[in-house]
């Protein structure tokens, strides 16, 4: 069975800095993985999707790298900003869509 | 551009009764569609899912269950609340293809 683990489970990092989310799948056989965001108390917002072919996306801020061989995956976020502050969660589709527990992520003004 | 409503946003019930949550997707045909638990402190549990009208599969054994009476309509329901169903509920779909997940705004169930 698919396992996912984010490390860290929470982070708390200064306005301005960069900072990378990790994330670590068992299994290599995935089609895709996607970032999400969850704000308290509220859904899922998607961030990025990699498919399994491909080694990196890219929105604004936000880059996602995929190295599926060694069942690793980052979230980078360049010049954080209070408005980063959520809990971030990585999900790898196999044979059905299985998440991380997330990351906290608090950024400091 | 493809939407997902999830209704109601908030729901208090008291133990034992009934429970009926509806999520409906607009702008896709033939969606899989997912019902998700997150449980305080916890991660994101799959309940159902579907392929298609009336097509359910259930991941884990409980006291709710799930249907599809419509293509882009997945509802979630219960004839007997526990205290133990309380958590939040999302919907979410994506393409046959499971290319991409998209999340409704979910639903914060406290059963007393």
């Known amino acids: 069975k698919q396992e996912v683990t984010q490390i860290p489970a929470a982070l708390s990092v200064p306005e301005g800095e960069n900072l990378v989310l990790n994330c670590s799948f068992t299994?290599?056989?995935?089609?895709?993985l996607q970032w999400f965001r969850q704000d308290p108390g509220k859904g899922l917002t998607s961030l990025l999707l990699?498919?399994?072919?491909?080694r990196e996306q890219t929105s604004g801020r936000l880059n996602a790298s995929l190295d599926k061989s060694s069942g690793r995956s980052t979230l980078y976020i360049a010049a954080s900003q209070p408005g980063d502050s959520a809990t971030y969660l990585c999900?790898?589709?196999?044979?059905?869509?299985?998440f991380g527990t997330g990351t906290s992520l608090t950024v400091i003004p | 551009s493809q939407t997902i409503h999830q209704w109601p946003a908030t729901l208090v019930q008291p133990v034992g009764s009934p429970l009926s949550l509806e999520c409906t997707v607009e702008?896709?045909?033939?969606?899989?569609l997912y019902w998700y638990r997150q449980a305080a402190g916890r991660g994101l549990q799959l309940l159902f899912y579907?392929?298609?009208?009336?097509?359910i599969s259930s991941e884990v054994p409980q006291n709710l269950s799930a249907s599809r009476p419509q293509d882009r309509q997945f509802i979630l329901s219960s004839k007997k609340l526990l205290l133990s169903d309380s958590g939040f509920y999302l919907c979410?779909?994506?393409?046959?293809?499971?290319?991409?997940?998209?999340f409704g705004s979910g639903t914060r169930l406290t059963v007393v």
């Open positions: 979410a779909w994506s393409p046959t293809s499971g290319d991409g997940y998209t």
């Open positions: 999900a790898v589709l196999g044979n059905q869509f299985y």
């Open positions: 299994d290599s056989a995935i089609y895709n």
């Open positions: 702008g896709t045909s033939n969606p899989n």
């Open positions: 990699i498919q399994s072919s491909q």
């Open positions: 579907s392929v298609g009208i009336g097509q």
